[in-house]
């Protein structure tokens, strides 16, 4: 009779090693007490030091790094200034909108969170703290069940919260200031050849600001990164076509907007691989997306980006169903993980279940890492063989992702474990006998009739500019 092994058994089997994953997003607090304990420590340098001791151009960088800050960065990795924010209605939002995605809503709770839903003020405080505590969610799946993990927090993306502005007053015309989010170009009228090389330097800036990035991860010998960020497609033509409009002058026709989205990911595809070249023993984890799109047809970044150590990640609902916002892509997304009301970690030592496929990338990191710790000796290109060759197939994500299924973590750490002693496609091939799929449900649960509403998770963008390395 075959014997299964389980994943708690696993877990005893694991080694002291301590994997080191780092959390490219919005800055993770590692003072919560599931964190705290995880948190990664630069030996190399000393709390509050204003000389660079180590070597890697960042003093004082104990615990990680804040890219966003002003005048160079900040060693203070995450930023606590709006955790006011994180009030027990916006608690209840998130949980409230967990139960709409697992369809376990009742009347009453659908009725409060519609209510919420339409009222702009909240909506602007919710969406601003589903960015702002990110982080701090995706750095608690990272780690989750790994004492071994070391956890860097590196702080990318900017987290500045504006309340909406308030009516005018009646019969005063209101002003508005145009926000650019990408481009710093001239008032003077530019010509579409002039644009065309912006659109090109704007990609390239992209690139040039992860490359760094990316060889201080190297430096310190990181062996996984999640990155639950991105660019998506409708993103791009949005601020390509304003600043078409703020620097042409017109509107741009769907000729020419087609021409310059394609340019810009054209580009991206083109200098993206040195950013990954620049770590290549560290394995990232990309989140592909949430615009219920496909990454085969519409581009995105990064998950686009040509590289052996990268993988993307869908999400799906438990192990039923691809996720309704999720992105996929027959041959640019490689594996599903859950990524649907998944409770996590959050500023305040609180825990709210967030949905995406941000949500699902570090479900695949938190493997990788726990793979790393069971055989220390095994590269990235062994682990990423391991994540893909050791998925549970689903007749519902043939098509949608390259290996057709969801990875199993369980079966990823037997592949792991036996590799110690065989070669790593003999210890995937036993695993994949020794370890069953995970159980999945009969039955899907229903909503109730008209309970639909018009909101869904939002993937933290990279349309920043961080200060170079």
Do not use: C
């Not at 420590?41 to 000389?51: A, F, I, P």
């Not at 601020?239 to 620097?247: H, L, P, T």
């Not at 570090?362 to 063989?385: E, G, H, R, S, Y």
């Not at 007749?395 to 474990?417: D, H, P, Y």
Request: glycine share 6%; hydrophobic share 45%.
């Amino acid at each position: 009779m075959k014997k299964l092994i389980t994943l708690a058994t696993l877990l005893q089997l694991g080694t002291a090693s301590a994997s080191v994953v780092a959390i490219m997003d919005t800055g993770t607090d590692l003072s919560h007490k599931d964190l705290a304990p995880k948190a990664w420590t630069n030996v190399g340098e000393k709390e509050g030091s204003l000389t660079d001791l180590d070597g890697d151009g960042l003093p004082g960088d104990v615990h990680g790094w804040d890219f966003t800050a002003e005048g160079g960065g900040s060693a203070k990795a995450y930023n606590d200034k709006y955790n006011y924010l994180i009030t027990a209605d916006a608690v209840k939002f998130y949980t409230l909108y967990a139960k709409y995605e697992t369809k376990t809503i009742n009347q009453l709770e659908f009725s409060w969170l519609k209510d919420k839903v339409n009222d702009k003020n909240f909506m602007n405080a919710v969406n601003f703290v589903g960015g702002y505590v990110h982080g701090t969610h995706v750095g608690g799946i990272s780690a989750l069940n790994n004492a071994n993990a070391k956890v860097m927090s590196l702080k990318i993306l900017p987290t500045v919260y504006e309340e909406l502005a308030a009516p005018a007053a009646p019969g005063v015309e209101k002003s508005v200031e145009p926000v650019q989010l990408e481009f710093d170009f001239s008032p003077a009228k530019m010509t579409l050849d002039e644009y065309n090389a912006e659109i090109v330097k704007s990609a390239q800036q992209q690139i040039d600001q992860m490359t760094p990035l990316h060889a201080f991860l190297d430096f310190h010998h990181v062996d996984v990164v999640n990155q639950s960020f991105g660019i998506g497609h409708e993103a791009a033509i949005g601020f390509i076509k304003s600043g078409f409009q703020d620097n042409i002058k017109r509107d741009p026709t769907q000729a020419e907007l087609d021409a310059l989205v394609k340019l810009y990911f054209d580009t991206l595809r083109e200098k993206g691989p040195e950013m990954f070249a620049a770590a290549p023993k560290t394995l990232f984890v990309i989140a592909a997306g949430n615009d219920t799109s496909d990454n085969d047809a519409l581009a995105d970044y990064p998950a686009d980006i040509p590289a052996a150590n990268k993988i993307v990640v869908a999400a799906t609902n438990g192990y039923t169903e691809i996720a309704d916002f999720s992105n996929f892509g027959a041959t640019k997304v490689d594996v599903a993980a859950p990524g649907v009301a998944i409770l996590s970690t959050a500023p305040t030592q609180t825990y709210l279940p967030l949905s995406g496929t941000s949500q699902a990338a570090p479900f695949v990191t938190n493997a990788i890492a726990q793979a790393k710790d069971m055989n220390p000796a095994l590269a990235a290109a062994d682990i990423k063989a391991i994540i893909l060759g050791t998925v549970d197939v689903k007749a519902f994500l043939k098509g949608k992702v390259a290996t057709s299924g969801i990875v199993n973590k369980a079966r990823v750490l037997r592949a792991a474990e036996l590799s110690k002693t065989m070669n790593v496609t003999v210890a995937i091939a036993k695993a994949k006998a020794e370890i069953a799929d995970v159980a999945s449900p009969k039955a899907f649960a229903k909503r109730l009739p008209g309970m639909t509403l018009n909101y869904k998770p939002i993937r933290p963008s990279l349309l920043v500019k961080m200060p170079l390395l």
